[in-house]
RNA sequence: GCCCGGAUGGCGGAAUUGGUAGACGCGCCAGACUCAAAAUCUGGUUUUCGCAAGGAAGUGCAGGUUCGAUUCCUGUUCCGGGCACCA
């Protein structure tokens, strides 16, 4: 019998099942290792190939930890909320909730194709009420909390009220509003709305105004990549900024947390640089700038610089054109010309903004005086200056900074050098070590130490202060959608209030047109009666997709609990995510999310854990290959791509299902499409051949690979193996079905070390001698030492090697194989078992323990050193491992290759590394 | 614009700590088996010069460090990802 793996995998897929064999339980007595993998938004398009690369990594590796005796979680699930679902049923008129359960059925079924070791009893959905009652909660307890500065840590808001009922605000400065300064009196004499106002102001989930864009003819708020060239993608209709009130959460107060928790954990370099960078910690100093014209009243621009060292060199100030004195800073004179640009700046988004090469500005007509010059400053305003990063407005250094350089030199504005010969004039010049010139009472200082001295002088004359900074802004917390989930928050006069716990969760009520509602509200906006409740009116926002996914790794832990989101003693034994793995597009978004909402769950005491994930891998992505078409212009004749230079053509892609290779299955062409049903073909060779390219796998490219169409084809375990056989797991690649057949053909070679095509069964109990010993465990140790650094394209190698080795040595020996059987279970656990079967052991190779690696066998006592001679390899030479650096020499210089190239030279010295290599310098 | 990656044969990739560049696989070429095909098996396959033996060049590009660089350093080009309401 050759290897019929369609009914092999149909049968272990089904008998895992009914066995629960990948069920899991907290109680256990074993080590405990949790592996997830990051949460898919089940959509429509279904599965492509490049969606399953990182869950079979987890999946490897999770089954590879089994073996190892570890009480695996690996679990899967849903993040079912989201905009497409939503943009969908707008579209057709399917409500979200159906679509989604399609979708995800769909996708289940893919996944269960391709043997997954998901325990599924822990399957969630963060659309289904069960799961977000508990995203409810955790919102309450962020809404309910606070950051304490001095304990570093969320405190319950109670705690809070009662430090300011004793002592005012004095110690715990208003994170939302500096300004908000009051007593333990005054704070007794407030109303209970003033009280309220100002601990929503401290309060980790809160409430403010935010801009968004907003589309008037969509009457909507439109997400960044919904937005292109400054007008909808739907319709084109054209986008403003405008403020709307929206809920945050205070992850800002978690910035530094957030960056020392960077240190506890195993992500990538370049991972935790984008998470310090998108913090983006700064230290400078906040510089008040008096107004030259003060209107009788006592009026300063405040700026935020990281190098108070260059205030001599400030030539202008910037505000953000959304500056909160903007008006108030505009002369009569640039009223127009102000007001054009604010209306130009109205228009574009925030990454146009900050995407943009072309300098824009203009003069606001005002100007303010120079701490220690007197001079006066002209006040510009430009979009490079952005509203919600430090104070809104800089000090221009032009000869220091590159963005002031050019804004300077485009409204020729004249350049102060204070840096002396480190400044040409053509460029700015960031550097911190100059000594300083033109610059007062900094004159002859090095940058670097001047910094400390103008911030204290500052602080001195009461204009200026030491401000740690970080470009990180709260988080917006609330969309105007319908398809996330409702927030459990009334509000009574302008008072947020919420809902108790026996009321959550506050179920998404039904509706069957999801139009926006009455002012920038989403769509519950339009549920009279559902808004009221309890003598208010209900929030009608709701959260963003990520408010789900920032806890769910904690839900898999426990996901039936109905009295609380985890209970204590399974998040204690499972503890953080042990291996987390998916893209990089999480890198700060989700990620960050999630890290904050763990800390503040551990600050309150749910969990005793702060970081939620201790070890993360980001996979790649597979780009699909194109497949392109010719057709001459204005015809239906296709040319094929040798020949298209010789004509006027059009590109078209083409589906890759009518293409082997490069060559265009011309029949199946003529029935793709109507168009193409009388299409003429110019051949070359007799073939059509396509053009290809190499890019993203999607619908509209025809690129897209399903891999329901692999399986069926060479079955799951090949298209397991061949997923990681491509490369490393991290890196980009493109899909090549074709490459395919060289995985299948080993596990048909692995099976006929088993069973002979005509001899039937060979497997033999004999004694296996030590070469088979050697080949075995040497391949066993690269595929456990691979694994185990998520080396899987060359661990398969590495299985490919052994099996081609054993297969030279005739090797049928049951001691042997069934070593490498259990090694290579994680990899194809289909075919590890059936052999296993058929070798007649009783119960599931699943559970079997991973082979020992019995080195003896792996001993060398010599090396054919590669022998070099300045650098250039020229021989081998056989040479015991013991020989020490006098007797290598003695072998070398003997040596008939060595002594030719070494004719009418000297050797100078001869370089000896032991195991590696030997190299002459002549 | 800012931040983060990447670049090695015809193709995917390997080289784990600075030590034989191209493992393994695809593709291609030749051969065996076959009436034939498929499957399978054997050999070859970086480029270039050479009948061969053998030589030269070679890891995006330009330099540098070193006995020795795909690996480290400096500069540079191109490609991909992220940039806060896609998830």
Redesign the pocket.
């Known amino acids: 019998m050759e290897y019929q793996f369609r009914e092999i995998e149909k049968k272990w897929q089904n008998r895992w099942k009914e066995n629960g064999a990948y069920q899991v339980s907290h109680v256990s007595s074993s080590p405990k290792f949790y592996v997830l993998d990051m949460?898919?938004?089940p959509s429509g398009a279904g599965l492509h190939v490049g969606h399953p690369l990182g869950y079979i990594a987890s999946d490897i590796f999770s089954r590879y930890k089994r073996l190892k005796g570890f009480n695996v979680l690996h679990p899967m699930g849903y993040?079912s909320f989201?905009?497409?679902a939503e943009q969908y049923a707008i579209e057709h008129g399917i409500h979200p909730a159906i679509s989604t359960d399609q979708n995800i059925a769909n996708f289940r079924g893919q996944l269960d194709k391709i043997g997954f070791c998901f325990d599924w009893s822990r399957e969630v959905r963060t659309s289904d009420a069960g799961y977000y009652k508990w995203t409810q909660w955790i919102f309450l307890q962020l809404f309910d909390s606070w950051f304490n500065r001095h304990e570093r840590k969320a405190e319950p808001i109670t705690k809070l009220a009662a430090a300011f009922a004793a002592t005012g605000n004095a110690h715990h400065e208003c994170p939302g509003d500096r300004s908000i300064i009051f007593s333990a009196s005054e704070w007794h004499e407030m109303s209970h709305e003033r009280q309220q106002g100002i601990l929503m102001e401290y309060r980790l989930a809160y409430c403010g105004h935010g801009e968004?864009?907003w589309c008037e003819a969509l009457g909507t708020?439109?997400?960044?990549?919904?937005v292109v060239n400054g007008v909808s993608e739907r319709g084109g209709h054209p986008v403003v900024r405008k403020k709307?009130r929206?809920w945050y959460l205070r992850i800002t107060e978690y910035a530094d947390r957030l960056l020392e928790g960077l240190n506890t954990v195993d992500f990538s370099?370049?991972m935790k640089?984008?998470q310090s960078?998108?913090i983006?910690k700064s230290f400078g100093a906040e510089i008040d700038f008096d107004l030259e014209n003060q209107d009788g009243l006592p009026l300063s621009l405040k700026v935020y610089t990281t190098r108070p060292d260059t205030l001599f060199g400030v030539d202008f100030m910037v505000i953000a054109p959304e500056h909160e004195l903007v008006g108030r800073l505009t002369s009569d004179g640039q009223k127009k010309d102000v007001e054009e640009y604010l209306h130009y700046v109205n228009s574009r988004s925030?990454?146009e903004r900050?995407?943009e090469?072309k300098i824009t500005g203009v003069f606001s007509g005002s100007y303010c005086i120079h701490p220690f010059t007197g001079g006066r400053i002209p006040i510009w305003l430009s979009e490079y200056v952005l509203a919600g990063y430090g104070t809104g407005a800089i000090m221009a250094v032009p000869c220091g900074d590159?963005r002031d350089f050019k804004f300077a030199r485009h409204f020729n504005i004249p350049i102060t050098n204070i840096i002396g010969e480190q400044y040409d004039g053509e460029e700015a010049n960031p550097t911190k070590d100059a000594i300083l010139s033109n610059s007062g009472f900094l004159n002859g200082m090095v940058m670097r130490d001047a910094i400390g001295l103008v911030i204290d002088t500052l602080e001195g004359k009461g204009i200026g202060k030491r401000r740690v900074n970080y470009?990180?802004?709260d988080?917006?917390f609330?969309?105007?959608?319908y398809w996330g989930e409702p927030f459990p928050i009334v509000w009574k006069n302008g008072v947020a209030v919420p809902l108790p716990l026996d009321e959550l969760p506050v179920t998404l009520p039904e509706m069957s047109e999801l139009k926006p509602g009455p002012e920038g509200e989403g769509p519950l906006g339009n549920l009279q009666d559902w808004k009221q409740h309890g003598g208010g009116t209900r929030e009608v926002n709701t959260m963003?997709?990520y408010a789900g996914?920032s806890w769910y790794f904690l839900r898999y832990m426990d996901p039936d609990n109905g009295k609380t989101f985890c209970d204590r003693s399974a998040s204690d034994y499972w503890g953080q995510v042990d291996l987390y793995i998916g893209g990089?597009?999480?890198?700060?978004?989700h990620l960050l999310y999630s890290r904050m909402w763990t800390k503040a769950l551990y600050d309150l005491g749910h969990i005793g854990f702060d970081e939620p994930y201790r070890r993360l891998v980001n996979q790649g992505?597979i780009g699909g290959d194109s497949r392109l078409v010719y057709r001459i212009r204005g015809t239906n004749t296709f040319v094929s791509a040798g020949l298209k230079d010789q004509y006027e053509t059009d590109e078209l892609h083409v589906d890759v299902g009518l293409v082997n290779g490069f060559e265009l299955d011309t029949k199946a062409f003529a029935k793709w499409k109507p168009d193409f049903a009388n299409a003429e073909f110019v051949l070359e060779k007799e073939k059509y051949i396509c053009g290809g390219r190499l890019e993203?796998m999607s619908k509209r490219y025809f690129n897209v690979v399903n891999p329901d169409d692999i399986v069926e084809r060479y079955g799951a375990d090949t298209f397991r193996m061949y997923e990681m056989?491509?490369?490393?797991v991290e890196?980009?690649?493109?899909w090549?079905t074709?490459?395919i057949?060289?995985?299948h053909?080993?596990l048909?070679?692995l099976w006929r070390l088993f069973e002979h095509e005509e001899k039937g069964w060979i497997l033999k109990k004999d004694d296996p001698t030590d070469a088979e010993w050697k080949v075995l465990y040497r391949g066993l140790r690269?595929a456990e030492?691979?694994t185990e650094?998520f080396?899987f394209?060359?661990a398969?190698?590495s299985f490919?090697?052994t099996v081609?080795e054993l297969s030279?040595l005739g090797c049928h020996k049951q001691r042997i194989l069934e070593k490498l059987l259990i090694a290579l279970t994680p990899f194809a656990p289909h075919i590890c078992e059936e052999l296993w079967h058929k070798m007649g052991n009783p119960g599931s190779i699943l559970n079997a323990v991973f082979p020992t690696i019995e080195t003896r066998y792996l001993v060398e006592s010599s090396k054919?050193y590669?022998v070099?001679i300045?650098?250039?390899?020229?021989t081998?030479i056989n040479i015991s491992l013991d020989a020490d650096q006098k007797q290598v020499e003695a072998i070398v210089l003997e040596d008939e290759v060595v002594k030719k190239w070494l004719e009418g030279k000297t050797v100078k010295?001869v370089?000896y590394?032991r195991n590696?290599?030997i190299?002459l310098?002549v």
Not at 478 to 481: D, E, T
Not at 725 to 728: A, R, S, V, W, Y
Not at 870 to 874: E, F, P, S
């Open positions: 949460f898919p938004y993040d989201g905009l497409p968004v864009n708020v439109l997400a960044n990549d919904e709307l929206q370099d370049s640089e984008m960078n998108w983006g925030e990454r900050m995407a090469k590159e470009k990180m802004r988080a917006a609330s969309r105007q959608r963003p997709g996914s990089t597009e999480h890198a700060v978004g992505k993203k056989f491509l490369g490393p890196q980009d690649k493109p090549d074709k490459g057949e060289g995985v053909r080993f048909r070679k690269k030492e691979d650094r080396s394209n060359t398969v190698s490919m090697i081609n030279d054919a590669p070099a300045n650098g250039k390899t020229r081998e010295k370089i590394v590696k290599m190299n310098v």
